[in-house]
């Protein structure tokens, strides 16, 4: 059995907080609609602190999930925000997910930095088993973020999910496993400048 509790994750690049309504001004600067655009729901209708504090509020109130905001140790400035979902303590597993960066980081070292610390902590402080990432099958290159850090593909469930829109998605499943953390671990590390 698992139990997550709210931590601050520090790396080089990034340090996670637990989500709260002091980063919901910085988010707001970034949260460009278009985004979320891949969301399943929870996501903001404008870009306001006062809608972004809405969206941090309704993930605080959901039992098993945990939401970070990336902050640059550079600026101390939230830049995006990413998630444990859908925690399974008995099963031993979670799913890393939600996550969006402001444009400017897109392709930079905090996706792989907010990974590594992310599924860092999974396997080896809470010892899960499991983690997962899944994506909307029409979002080719959250899919081709997501092989690069060397999850597995396990399938497309059909008409998985309820867009904001009504649209039904299908939505592709990864996963890494403990047996393959160590492999990973090391390609993101490799990722990260000045890493040891």
């Known amino acids: 059995m698992i139990q997550v509790t709210a931590t601050v994750l520090e790396g ?8 709260g309504l002091q980063h919901a001004a910085d988010l707001a600067e970034v949260a460009e609609l278009d985004l979320f655009k891949w969301f399943l729901g929870n996501i903001p209708t404008e870009q306001s602190e006062s809608d972004l504090g809405r969206v941090i509020e309704q993930a605080c109130s959901v039992s098993n999930q945990l939401m970070f905001a990336v902050v640059l ?4 400035k939230a830049v995006g925000s990413t ?3 859908d925690i399974r303590q008995e099963h031993a597993g979670l799913e890393i997910g939600a996550t969006w960066y402001s444009r400017a980081f897109q392709g930079t070292a905090v996706n792989p930095e907010c990974k590594l ?3 860092t902590h999974a396997f080896e402080v809470l010892g899960c088993e499991r983690v997962q990432l899944k994506t909307d099958a029409r979002n080719l290159r959250s899919q081709a973020a997501i092989a690069k850090l060397g999850a597995v593909r396990e399938g497309c469930l059909r008409k998985h999910g309820r867009m904001p829109d009504g649209f039904l998605r ?7 496993i403990a047996e393959e953390w160590p492999k990973v671990k090391a390609g993101l590390v490799s990722r990260i400048p000045h890493s040891e």
Do not use: A, C, I, K
């Open 12 to 19: 080089l690049v990034v340090r996670l907080e637990p989500v």
């Open 73 to 76: 140790q550079s600026t101390g």
């Open 83 to 85: 998630s444990y979902l």
């Open 117 to 119: 610390l992310l599924m």
């Open 170 to 176: 299908d939505t592709v499943f990864y996963s890494v």
